[in-house]
């Protein structure tokens, strides 16, 4: 008899590498150990890294089965890996950031709390620290907004664009047919849609007009393939401000070099040691 409503219990799962298939060594071990449920294909995985195993439970963990079921297992605990913010930062948190707290201060509430824009750019020259005011801000973000998922895109060439949302279709819940621009345009479809939820994509390194638009030898640039959602942000990093401009109109922020005091303030954080 179907329930008339959803019921939810909490509890921790136990894991074993051999199929339980006796009810009394099922209810003598979960009171034992107060577990509320028994899997097998996370068994171990722990012991190796910190993981979350989302799993669909299917049947009572004994001798009965009943295979027509596990189809809505496994929709269930797809639907719940779906709803997981993913993170694709190819880079380390930088725990040396100093400096460029004023054009954090401006980026937050642009993005966040006013919501004046859904594509913003940093500009300035090589060198600068655009990278790593945007680095910190994806950490940023990954901490206070876990709602969020954060993805990272070199912009260096098309190489690097196809590599980074290469492994970004790993990390999302979609299906390719495997040619690069089927995948490509897998993601970006994914991440305009609403199932993505709210995402924030880092494109770095941006300065090159044509790998953003193409050109008459090289056609078909990869702004293209760059997602575009409501709830979403996209944040360029690049030396031109003429690529700023074009990809985000007047939403263009400025880095300036470190001044003297943030300078050595930097230098300090260097020369202690253990900090990277």
């Known amino acids: 008899m179907p329930r008339a409503r959803l019921e939810q219990s909490d509890g921790q799962p136990a894991s074993s590498d051999t199929v339980m298939k006796s009810g009394e060594d099922r209810d003598a071990i979960a ?35 009943t295979k027509a079921w596990q189809r809505y ?33 401006t980026l937050k509430p642009m993005l966040f709390v006013r919501k004046e824009c859904w ?10 620290g655009k990278t790593q005011v945007a680095l910190q801000l994806a950490y940023l973000i990954k901490k206070h907004r876990p709602e969020f ?32 621009d089927d995948l490509k345009e897998s993601v970006r479809r994914y991440l305009s849609s609403e199932a993505a939820g709210p995402w924030l994509l880092v494109v770095d390194n941006a300065d090159d007009r044509d790998i953003l638009f193409g050109s008459a030898d090289m056609p078909g640039g990869i702004s ?45 954080k260097c020369d202690k040691p253990g900090q990277t």
Not at 119 to 128: E, R, S, T
């Open 31 to 65: 009171r034992q150990a107060g577990v509320i449920s028994f899997e097998m294909d996370g068994a171990g995985v722990w012991d190796i890294f910190p993981c979350v195993a989302i799993k669909g439970a299917c049947d009572y963990a004994d001798s009965h089965k």
């Open 149 to 180: 998922s954060i993805f990272w895109v070199p912009a260096l060439s098309k190489v690097t664009f196809e590599q980074a949302f290469t492994a970004m279709a790993r990390e999302l819940p979609i299906q390719s047919g495997g040619e690069d």
């Open 119 to 128: 594509k913003a750019a940093i500009v300035g020259l090589g060198g600068v």
């Open 73 to 105: 297992a496994a929709a269930t605990a797809a639907a719940y890996r779906a709803a997981l913010p993913c993170h694709y930062i190819p880079l380390p948190e930088n725990r040396r950031f100093v400096g460029w707290d004023r054009t954090l201060d």
């Open 224 to 268: 293209e393939y760059l997602p575009e959602s409501d709830d979403s942000l996209t944040l360029f990093t690049t030396r031109s401000r003429e690529v700023a401009v074009s990809v985000t109109g007047s939403d263009v922020i400025e880095l300036p070099a470190m001044d003297l005091p943030e300078a050595a303030v930097f230098l300090e």
